[in-house]
Nanobody, 126 residues
Framework: QLQLVESGGGLVQPGGSLRLSCAAS????????IGWFRQAPGKERERVSCISSSDGSTYYADSVKGRFTISRDNAKNLVVLQMNSLKPEDTALYYC???????????????????WGQGTQVTVSS
């Protein structure tokens, strides 16, 4: 199983920004589709964003479109989720996941990712 580590979570006021990173050791993230998911207490896991390995395409949930940006930093072997204009409803535990996917990542749900990090908490509150 691939090892992934998320970082960058924290407490931020509404309207603020956070930069989440998904790091890997021992393998190159560039060869994998990377998804960011989140789960708030009492709610189902939600797909937030993903970036494909096949064609570099990206996907964003409607709830974050225009506010979040996913990108690869190949030099550092990271995938970054830049989160701007944060809202209280963005509060959740955020996970990154990696999988070797043949098609663009938006085709795939969380159940099709088999390599997950431990998560990083994001809390948006005044």
């Amino acid at each position: 199983q691939l090892q992934l580590v998320e970082s960058g979570g924290g407490l931020v006021q509404p309207g603020g920004s956070l930069r989440l990173s998904c790091a890997a050791s021992g393998f190159s993230l560039n060869y994998y589709a990377i998804g960011w998911f989140r789960q708030a207490p009492g709610k189902e896991r939600e797909r937030v964003s993903c970036i494909s390995s096949s064609d570099g395409s990206t996907y964003y949930a409607d709830s974050v479109k225009g506010r979040f940006t996913i990108s690869r930093d190949n030099a550092k072997n990271l995938v970054v989720l830049q989160m701007n204009s944060l809202k209280p409803e963005d509060t959740a535990l955020y996970y990154c996941a990696a999988e070797s996917l043949a098609l663009s990542c938006w085709h795939y749900s969380a159940d099709e990712y088999h390599n997950w990090g431990q998560g990083t908490q994001v809390t948006v509150s005044s």
